[in-house]
């Protein structure tokens, strides 16, 4: 059975950045199909939201998917022997989505992690993110748009062992340049929020591990980045802390920002809008009953050798479904 259709949203200008004037609602098509045709172009009238001054004809901008992967493939080279462990991944995700990619063990979620975050580029096919196409850039300009436009949120934290909660929150401001005063405002506002006002000055170790996630989750959305980019967020933390991280998760993705998580759980990868699927490499949109379904067998399904050619049948009878 095909995945129900969803039904498109509008988002705010606010949402969906600095491309139109503040206040304006775009038309954004997010169906269930993963991937509208590269040439589809997004227009919606103003109608009533007109803003003053502007011309009866005047339209809305045209709004990019904040990440676009085309027919993107990935290959490893070991004593010149090519391992290809993405192939032709075709992957959007609009501005203010929530997106899991879930799979086992193997199949491929790191190195997605490493491309979507700009800590690897592919081997063939395209990566824009923001606009940007990313595979044309140095490495500097690399650096700048992952410190820019992501946020990072990884499974072990990552946070500096030396430095307390407020300072670790503070880091990416001080590679942004901004003065110490408003770092420190910033950081003891958004640790607040967090619900970390009492532990400031707690060091990583005087933390729990789901403070501590939440100081890294802070950390990670302190310069306003455009995707909130996390690894297996919850897979160092017990049920109930994990339960309280997505939680978190569902309170920034409310607000507005873009969430991409990977997991190998399918339990955390519902907590998303939307589940795609990783197996051997290849990409599948999961309608989100079947990601949870109890026979699903991770082991057998990826290397199951219809997956050679991923079909929606094929996905299907890996889902246990068919
Ligand atoms: N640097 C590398 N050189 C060669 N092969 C690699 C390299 N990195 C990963 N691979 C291979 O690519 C495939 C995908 O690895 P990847 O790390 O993306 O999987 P994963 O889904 O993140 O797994 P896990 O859940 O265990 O972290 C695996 O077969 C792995 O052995
Ligand atoms: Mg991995």
Same mark, same amino acid.
């Given at each position: 059975?095909?995945?129900?259709?969803?039904?498109?949203?509008?988002?705010?200008?606010?949402?969906?950045?600095?491309?139109?004037?503040?206040?304006?609602?775009?038309?954004?098509?997010?169906?269930?199909?993963?991937?509208?045709?590269?040439?589809?172009?997004?227009?919606?009238?103003?109608?009533?939201?007109?803003?003053?001054?502007?011309?009866?004809?005047?339209?809305?901008? #045209?709004?990019? *998917? &904040? !990440?676009?992967?085309?027919?993107?493939?990935?290959?490893?080279?070991?004593?010149?022997? %090519? /391992?290809?462990?993405?192939?032709?991944?075709?992957?959007?995700?609009?501005?203010?989505?929530?997106?899991?990619?879930?799979?086992?063990?193997?199949?491929?979620?790191?190195?997605?992690?490493?491309?979507?975050?700009?800590?690897?580029?592919?081997?063939?096919?395209?990566?824009?993110?923001?606009?940007?196409?990313?595979?044309?850039?140095?490495?500097?300009?690399?650096?700048?748009?992952?410190?820019?436009?992501?946020?990072?949120?990884?499974?072990?934290?990552?946070?500096?062992?030396?430095?307390?909660?407020?300072?670790? #929150?503070?880091? *990416? &401001? !001080?590679?942004?340049?901004?003065?110490?005063?408003?770092?420190?405002?910033?950081?003891? %506002? /958004?640790?607040?929020?967090?619900?970390?006002?009492?532990?400031?000055?707690?060091?990583?170790?005087?933390?729990?591990?789901?403070?501590?996630?939440?100081?890294?989750?802070?950390?990670?959305?302190?310069?306003?980045?455009?995707?909130?980019?996390?690894?297996?967020?919850?897979?160092?933390?017990?049920?109930?802390?994990?339960?309280?991280?997505?939680?978190?998760?569902?309170?920034?993705?409310?607000?507005?920002?873009?969430?991409?998580?990977?997991?190998?759980?399918?339990?955390?990868?519902?907590?998303?809008?939307?589940? #795609?699927?990783?197996?051997?490499?290849?990409?599948?949109?999961?309608?989100?009953?079947?990601?949870?379904?109890?026979?699903?067998?991770?082991?057998?399904?990826?290397?199951?050798?219809?997956?050679?050619?991923?079909?929606?049948?094929?996905?299907?009878?890996?889902?246990?479904?068919?």
């Amino acid at each position: 059975m095909p995945p129900a259709p969803r039904r498109p949203r509008n988002h705010t200008a606010a949402e969906a950045g600095h491309l139109v004037p503040e206040g304006t609602l775009i038309y954004l098509d997010v169906s269930f199909t993963a991937c509208p045709a590269p040439s589809t172009v997004h227009e919606h009238d103003y109608g009533d939201r007109r803003p003053s001054g502007r011309s009866e004809t005047t339209r809305a901008a #045209v709004v990019a *998917p &904040l !990440i676009e992967m085309r027919d993107l493939c990935k290959s490893y080279f070991l004593d010149s022997e %090519e /391992l290809e462990v993405l192939h032709h991944v075709e992957f959007l995700v609009e501005q203010g989505e929530f997106v899991s990619i879930l799979g086992p063990s193997g199949s491929g979620k790191s190195t997605m992690m490493n491309i979507l975050g700009c800590l690897d580029v592919p081997t063939s096919g395209t990566y824009n993110l923001a606009g940007t196409l990313v595979g044309s850039l140095s490495r500097a300009e690399q650096a700048q748009i992952r410190n820019s436009e992501i946020g990072f949120v990884f499974q072990s934290f990552q946070l500096l062992p030396r430095l307390n909660a407020i300072e670790n #929150v503070e880091l *990416p &401001l !001080i590679y942004a340049g901004v003065g110490a005063s408003e770092r420190h405002r910033r950081a003891t %506002e /958004l640790l607040t929020r967090m619900g970390l006002g009492d532990k400031l000055r707690n060091l990583p170790t005087q933390l729990s591990g789901g403070q501590q996630q939440r100081v890294a989750i802070a950390r990670a959305l302190i310069n306003g980045p455009s995707v909130l980019l996390a690894d297996e967020p919850t897979g160092a933390l017990d049920q109930k802390t994990g339960a309280q991280v997505m939680e978190l998760f569902g309170e920034i993705h409310a607000e507005g920002k873009t969430i991409v998580m990977i997991t190998h759980e399918p339990e955390i990868a519902q907590h998303a809008e939307r589940i #795609v699927t990783i197996l051997d490499g290849y990409l599948t949109e999961t309608d989100k009953v079947a990601a949870i379904a109890p026979t699903h067998d991770w082991a057998s399904a990826a290397h199951h050798p219809s997956h050679a050619a991923p079909t929606e049948d094929a996905s299907l009878q890996q889902e246990g479904r068919s």
